[in-house]
């Protein structure tokens, strides 16, 4: 073998992360063909596949995870700067975001195969405030899937190996992994849940900075999330509150104002409520979402102005 295929070869792991790494920073690199290329080597016995793969989704998660972090500190400055190759950089940037928004997972994990998209996702990710756990899973399993396809491709022939052996011999090891990135997903769901609901703890709002606030003409939009047979017991509500049932958002949430500060209360322990519809609300766009702190209970404690729950209402609440 000639010296320099040798010294290609003893340090084509070495090569492949650096040049996968610098890809993804950047750099106008051909990865997918060094990809068919490095798979043809493992089926020729000089690398191994699996090695090969791993090395390549490693040096995606570094790169990637860097423009994530500018996306989520920096902003759309970023996306613009990725785009201004294009013609209509704005419309490049709206058009990022739009695709992010509706298809959050699968853009992460298929953005590799889709040229000139495939480094916006990462920015985009952090932009849109998604946890670094759960997009690091994610484009993990997009890294996989892409630098996995065209490995094979290459070292399915120099291997000649017939696809159904190759499907045979990989069929646990492809089931392990799609186990795994349910599972993973499945956390990191759970785990973003949980944290939101801890931060919506820490960002709760008292009586008293409610009772400010409406004094300062501030006009926080207050949504009192009881159940209508709770008003049988206590029909009175915060002043100036808007009765909303959880179940009636869906038909109800353009009534809530995306420019004012939306306070929720209810009266169940830990604002549970509260904590469940807040999460409902930013799904759809409403950030500025506080459950109040005791809900109507500590309201109505410190006697602070109530409105009478009239009769006609409360007739229908009964019905």
Known sequence: MNPQVQDIVRHGYLWLFLAALLERLGLPLLMTPLMVAAGAVAGLGDLNLIAIIAVAVVACEIGDLVWYELGRHEGSSVLRLLCKISLEPDSCVRRSEDAFARHTNSSLIFSKFVPGVGRLAGPVAGMTGMARERFLLLNAVG?????????????????????????????????????????????????????????LRV??????????????????????????????????????????????????????????????????????TSAKVAMELKKIGITRVRPLMGGLQAWESQGYPMDDFYHEEEAKAAS
């Open 203 to 272: 960002s709760r709002m008292t009586v008293d900075e409610l009772k400010a606030a409406i004094d300062r003409g501030e006009q926080p939009f207050i949504v009192d999330l009881r159940h209508s047979l709770e008003f049988l017991v206590n029909p009175r509500t915060v002043s100036t509150a808007v009765r909303i049932s959880p179940d009636e958002l869906p038909l109800r949430h353009a009534e809530i104002p995306r420019d004012r500060e939306v306070v929720l209360y209810c009266t169940c322990p830990s604002e549970a």
């Open 143 to 199: 890294s996989l899937l892409w630098t996995a396809g065209f490995a094979l491709l290459g070292y399915i022939p120099a291997k000649k190996l017939p696809i159904d052996l190759l499907l045979e011999r990989t069929a646990g090891w492809l089931f392990i992994l799609l186990v795994a990135a349910i599972a993973g997903n499945v956390v990191g769901k759970y785990v973003q849940r949980r944290r939101f609901i801890r931060s």
